[in-house]
Nanobody, 115 residues
Framework: QVQLVESGGGLVQPGGSLRLSCAAS????????MGWYHQPPGKQRELVAL???????TYADSVRGRFTISRDNARNTVDLHMNNLKPEDTAVYYC?????????WGQGTQVTVSS
């Protein structure tokens, strides 16, 4: 069983920055990938960014160039650095980890971008 704990959400003005962090614990034999999804109000959960064990990354078109995902394999953490935030980035952000082929989710952290 894998536990994921997110931190770093909050309220920020348009154009501002936030950093989300996620720490994984539990049965971490082999973490295939970690990443972030978000669920805007009234919409489905969707991919924001992923980083694989080898370091390759995938970003949603809407955040490419503004968000950066990074991972510390030794500490089993993944961060999402969000810059130039827009109101449409407002969502609950969920950490995701794929460990030996099984996916796990964090509880979610709210990010609100508003003036």
């Amino acid at each position: 069983q894998v536990q994921l704990v997110e931190s770093g959400g909050g309220l920020v003005q348009p154009g501002g920055s936030l950093r989300l962090s996620c720490a994984a614990s539990g049965s971490l034999f082999s973490i295939d990938l970690m990443g972030w999804y978000h669920q805007p109000p009234g919409k489905q959960r969707e991919l924001v960014a992923l980083i694989r064990s080898g370091g390759s990354t995938t970003y949603a078109d809407s955040v490419r160039g503004r968000f950066t995902i990074s991972r510390d394999n030794a500490r089993n953490t993944v961060d999402l650095h969000m810059n130039n935030l827009k109101p449409e980035d407002t969502a609950v952000y969920y950490c995701y980890a794929l460990v030996t082929g099984i996916g796990s989710w964090g509880q979610g952290t709210q990010v609100t971008v508003s003036s």
